[in-house]
């Protein structure tokens, strides 16, 4: 057999295994929910209307620290400030009274470095924050999800802003959803594959309007 | 503690309070708005002028690249004829991002970022020059721009939007002939192919040797698909009357819309029904629907915002003194556009884009803001319509009387406005210089005019009182004069351009270059002068081969200021 055909066989078994995963159902996590970013992008934006959309309350904050995140719904009172700083929260609190601890957090992948600049980050401080607050939601068992809707040309090659952003979450994502176009490199479909962490493709970010339904209701 | 200090105490709070703008003259916070919107107040000013409101009859609209970390190189596009099925490839193109030099310039490798969309391509595709955007192409139509951004849920950073603002002025300007082509074009394209993803609420000024035209176009949201049946943007555009002068500086233009009136408005489909459907305009209100109030909205005043958003006030005041408009009225109520006082020529326009609100309450050298040498730079918290940030700065002139390649005139000045000057392009050159192709801000180049423009203005900044004077001398030499020569370079290329016009392309090529390299040869010396002449803050004079110390002098008030602060630092004694 020579290298080609093991390789070939290779590639087919690897494709194989994404696509199960890929098929998987969609997992359940609930409410109360945190949206934020990796990266400081604006495609959190786009998660927030995507939840807006599902009629889904959330709390949202750019740069939660740990200690933000452990102040659970209401984000500790913090208010969003001109310092670059936002804090918002939408979450119902009838039904999740303010302190009540995060059952799911959303990253929105996505570097930008006019975010970053504007929330006083720099790329290693970015990947130093997510690390911390990913380990607190391990320890907290917070289901952590993790999106890129940004596409091709956000991506950037190997070694990019965007791509440091995705090794800093999507490998340790308890569900990764992704646009097809910001997999065209099956990248999120290897991670996915390697870590066993169920993925699923969408063609534009409206499919996340019904996915999130499921998630989190 | 001496009544001597508390005079010095008192003196220096009242420096100190200034300073930190909190008296209305300066400084503050920027606009905040209706809840949602997202406001984008430090970018671009873009000035328009129509035909019966210039001392010449030309068409202006101008663009301040205002960025500070952008590319700043031109191309010529030259006119192509393309074979029917042929497509043109769409890209994304980011008016922020740059690339090493190692990797090649923005226009050489931009289209690493293709959009996955092919186009049918039209039959004929037009040239011009373009930088940050298209700018003029051969039929006379010109484009200036201004951020303006957007409410928040209307932003589109998704993939499923292919067009960026770049892109769609180069479509625009390769395929149109007429400034209202132009605006269909590109209305049309970005509802079928969605806009936004790295843009969102924006102002082009779109001209032609006829008529100006405020165009503006925001995103739908990021859940538009293009499979929905609805369009992929919302924009709307309102001509500038002819004898009336406009603005943008970061803030929508325009109001209450009457679309029976055609001559005056266009609008997608969509104008006032997506404003119902996201919630910014209740049609049962009983008031009229209001495209600024709905999609971009701004709250303050110039005076209200210690002259975060004075710029709209601010050119209302030098064209239109007599209005008597004042800085506390809020913008939005601000008119769209006004008839100037008197018609303006191309040089008020230039004027008008090195204006630093000199004199105003929003003025930066008020006080000690300045320093010593009234230096508009060191204090920026007033955002002036010369803010100093410029990547380069335009003024088009869209010219009737004169055949297309010969009346489209498009002036470029790179870096800050004050210390540049303004180099003509017509239409008809069939090439730019190569300086302006080069060159980015990370690396000095001598081969890149940028760099020259910022080489003088790098000298400016020590003693800018003084210096200035010098740039103002050195323009009023090579702008002023050339100003005044271009009916006579018009006559020239007119003659050659009706035996044969590609002998007047050849003939305005030469000069555009050759004035071009002139400048540019003139401003690297100016900043070698500068640097000797003003050396070690002495004056040196190269001619007598003397210095002469103590000159420039520092101002009685600015010592006076610094010993005020010297007996507030000093520590208490016991």
Sequence with gaps: MNKKIIWGFGAIAALGVSMLIAGQAVPKAGLPVLTTSAGQSTDVTTLNIVLEEAAIGYDYCDVPTPEILADGVGLGGRKSANTGFYAESTTDLAKYPAGTQ??????????????????????????????????????????????????????????????????????????????????????????AAAKKIPLTEIEYAL???DIVKQVLQ | MNAKRLIAMAGTLVLAVLLAGHLSTAGGSGTSDAFDAVIAGEGCTSILVGKDASTDGSVMATHTCDCGTCDWTWRHVPAADHKPGSTRKIYHVSQYKTWPPSEGLKWDVY????????????????????????????KQVAIGESTIGCQRKMQNPTPAAKLDLTMLTLLGIERAATAREAIQVMGSLAEKYGYGFHDDGEMLAVADPKEAWIFEICPVGPLWTPESGKPGAVWCAQRVPDDHVSVCPNESRIGEINLDNKDFFMASPNVVSLAVEMGFYDPQSGKPFNWKKAYSPVNGSAASTNGRIQRLWRFFDIVAPSQKLKPETPNMDLPFSVKPDAKVSVQDVMAMTRDRSYGTPFDPVLGIRGGPFKNPNYYRQTRVIDHGLAEYSTITQSR?????????????????????????????????????MVGDHW??????????????DFHVQVVYSEAIKDVQAAQAKYETELVARIPEIDQQALALYKKKPAEAAKFLTGFGINNATTVTNAWWKLGDDLLVK???????????????????????????????????MEPDKK
């Design chain 1, 102 to 191: 995060f059952k799911t957090i959303i990253f929105a992948i996505g570097a930008s470095l006019k975010g970053m600049g504007a929330s006083g980050l720099t790329l290693d401080s970015e990947e130093a924050r997510l690390k911390k607050v990913i380990e607190l939601c391990k320890q907290k068992k917070i289901f952590v999800m993790a999106v890129h809707i940004g596409g091709e040309s956000k991506r950037g090659p190997a070694g990019s802003d965007n791509e440091r952003m995705i090794d800093a979450v999507a490998p340790l994502a308890d569900y990764i959803v992704v646009t097809k176009d910001s997999n065209k490199d099956g990248r999120f479909t290897k991670i």
């Design chain 1, 207 to 209: 499919g996340l309007v």
């Design chain 2, 111 to 138: 289209k690493k970022d293709f959009a996955g969309l092919e186009i049918p391509q039209v039959p004929h595709t037009y040239a011009y020059h373009h930088a940050m955007f298209g700018y003029m192409n051969e």
């Design chain 2, 400 to 436: 009737a009387g004169l055949p297309d390649p010969i009346g489209g005139i498009v002036w470029i000045a790179f870096g800050s406005q004050d210390t540049s000057c303004y180099m003509p392009l017509y239409a008809g050159m069939t090439e730019v210089p190569k300086s302006f």
């Design chain 2, 443 to 456: 690396t000095f180049s001598r081969d890149s005019v940028r760099w020259a423009f910022d080489y003088t």
């Design chain 2, 534 to 568: 003003y050396n070690r803050l002495y004056l040196y004079n190269a001619e007598k081969r003397g210095m002469v110390r103590g000159q420039p002098a520092t101002p009685e008030w600015w010592k006076k200021a610094a010993r005020a602060f010297d007996i507030l």
